[in-house]
């Protein structure tokens, strides 16, 4: 848990990723270094004072978004030539596997200001150009983007409905959509099909080191009466 002290000064977060986040190798993914937090990295000074600040998810490469590089990287045809917006992208692991993977162009997304600044820092580390954009589009239409790559979002009840609203709307207008994830409990497998499995690291669990069997999703084929509930596909 990252404890928040009232009072004190929030440092720039790209001056402090590298000055308190060691680059580190992603366990299962030699190809892919990130800056990553350890017991000394002191993460609460970026913490904000607000209660609905979100958590430092993008300090740790997470099992779901391992899965999905390990995927990408092991299948360039997947992403190469295409555009891909990974979504809730954390650190900007999956984005810098689909970068190394050959796709046209690499959009990152996250709500959270300080992901931002540690995916700038992690893509220039790893030698790709990746855009990368604090926002929430997940009530909004489709993004403009060919794949959308979705790592590790399946964490919470109420999010894991509302991301599987936003990717049903993404697969209605055309976008290819692709998950990672660890089996968490909220992931919706019934509405799933599992495309490829890998061992990787799971943080997530609280294993530290411990590796999961963790599995690519696509988005089983919508029925007629999912496409009505979700309306008609948006033009991106
Ligand atoms: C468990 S982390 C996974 C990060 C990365 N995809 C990975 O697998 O390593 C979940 C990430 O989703 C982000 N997130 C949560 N809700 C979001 C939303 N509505 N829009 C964009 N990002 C969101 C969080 O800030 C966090 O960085």
Known sequence: ???KRPGTLRPDPATFIQANLPISPVPSIPEIRLHTAGPASGL?????RGETDPPPYWAYPWAGGAVLARHLLDR??????????????GSGLVAIAAAKAGARAVTAVDIDANA?????????INDVSITAIAADIIEEPPPETDVLVIG???????????????LRRCQAAGIQVLIGDPLRAHLPQGELSRIASHAVTDFGAGTRGGAVQA???????????ATKREGPAATA
């Open 1 to 3: 848990m990252v404890m």
């Open 44 to 48: 609460w000074r970026l913490a904000g």
């Open 76 to 89: 360039p045809e997947t992403v190469a030539g295409r555009r891909v917006l990974d979504f809730g992208a």
């Open 116 to 124: 931002i600044a540690a995916i700038g820092l992690n893509a220039a």
């Open 152 to 166: 590790d979002l399946f964490y919470d009840p109420a999010l894991a409905l509302r991301v599987m609203a936003f």
């Open 215 to 225: 599995g690519v999703f696509s988005l089983s084929a919508m029925t007629a009466d």
